[in-house]
């Protein structure tokens, strides 16, 4: 009896997966900063390197009037020329509630040094990936975890921003998990 309930409720709420948009990507070279400090009376000037960055701002919204979404922390990848990981960085837990929520994200991705060189000052492509695992919260109950993966290519100009206008992601099956700490293939699901 509670069975045939709650497939009759599930079906009628017909739950929708989050919209994530890619709303501007900035691409920031590494950027020399003088420090000054004082040793023992002699002032010595030292150069300190802040790492390339790539900034990312995401919009993600819920098409569902009833069903929010716990999100368990989104992955965030970066693939230059679908092959070579370029950097990696992560959002924490957060939940987002129904009634079309637009939740809006910045992400800093650390480039790693050795690809910047061929990034800088050229046109490229750039694949963002994001992967997370979710629950669907309804009426106040939690769903079992659903893991989903999302992509859109981004069109870089010489100047490192995006170009174009806000990119939807599209879900992605079959999509690969990584290991972030080895950034390698470890299986595919």
Known sequence: MWCCITVVIWLSL????????VADVYVHPAADHVCNSTLTQVHEVTQNRTPPVIILNLKISNPNKRIGY???????GLYYEDRMIIGTSSLPAFYQGHRNSTIGREVQVNIEEQYLGGLLGKTFDMRVYLKTKLRYKIFGFKTKHHMKGFEAYVAIGSDGRMLGEDI???QRQGFTILNLTTKSKLRSV
């Open 70 to 76: 716990i999100y368990d922390g989104i992955y965030v």
């Open 14 to 21: 017909n739950p929708k997966h989050p919209v994530f948009k």
């Open 168 to 170: 939807k992601m599209h």
